[in-house]
């Protein structure tokens, strides 16, 4: 049996900091928008910020994009197990990552696994403000700080999953020719 790779201790630190950092903003975002704001007693006009930024109470009891609805306290559970094996998933891959820039994504992912996983533990939903919109237009769902730390972390392993690889593939074809 081979020794696990060890990731150089900074960067370990740096990510676990990174999705310690994002967790905390996460969860103060949430209590400014359901305690000094009362954002849930405003009603669906909400907060208007800028021409195209609101802030609106939305409880989200499914996952990305409304899927996996949890309408019951069974099925709410099960969501939390499944998005904590996720989130365990996440941290082993990010321990043994050696690249600094993964490291960073995953803990920005992991950050935010986990400030929904805490919403949906205390509160039974995920508590979600944020309304980017132009017009009637919604490019996005009602989202959080968490969910969008989730999607960067995300686009960024999957750009440079797919940079490296075509890089690599590039460097490969030269090498050849």
């Keep these: 049996m081979t020794a696990l790779p060890l990731l150089p201790p900074l ?3 740096l990510g676990l900091g990174l999705a310690a ?3 905390l903003l996460d969860q103060l975002t949430k209590y400014i928008v359901t305690v000094p704001l009362q954002l849930e007693s405003r009603g669906d006009e909400g907060l208007p910020l800028l021409p195209i930024f609101a802030l609106r109470w939305v409880e989200n009891r ?10 019951t306290d ?3 559970w099960l969501l939390v197990a499944m998005t904590a094996a996720i989130s365990a998933f996440v941290l082993v891959w990010m321990w043994r990552e050696r690249s600094r820039q993964d490291v960073m994504a995953l803990g920005l992912v992991l950050g935010g696994a986990l400030g929904n996983i805490i919403d949906r533990v205390r509160l039974g939903f995920v508590v979600d403000f944020a309304d980017l919109h132009f017009g009637e237009w919604r490019p996005f769902l009602i989202f959080n700080l968490a969910d969008a730390a989730i999607t960067i972390g995300v686009l960024i ?3 440079r999953a797919l ?13 050849h020719a």
């Design 11 to 13: 960067h370990r630190k």
């Design 163 to 175: 940079l490296l690889r075509e890089k690599d593939a590039n460097s490969e074809s030269h090498n």
């Design 74 to 76: 069974t099925a709410r």
């Design 62 to 71: 499914g996952i990305s994009m409304g899927f996996l609805h949890a309408s």
């Design 157 to 159: 392993l999957l750009a």
């Design 21 to 23: 950092l994002v967790l």
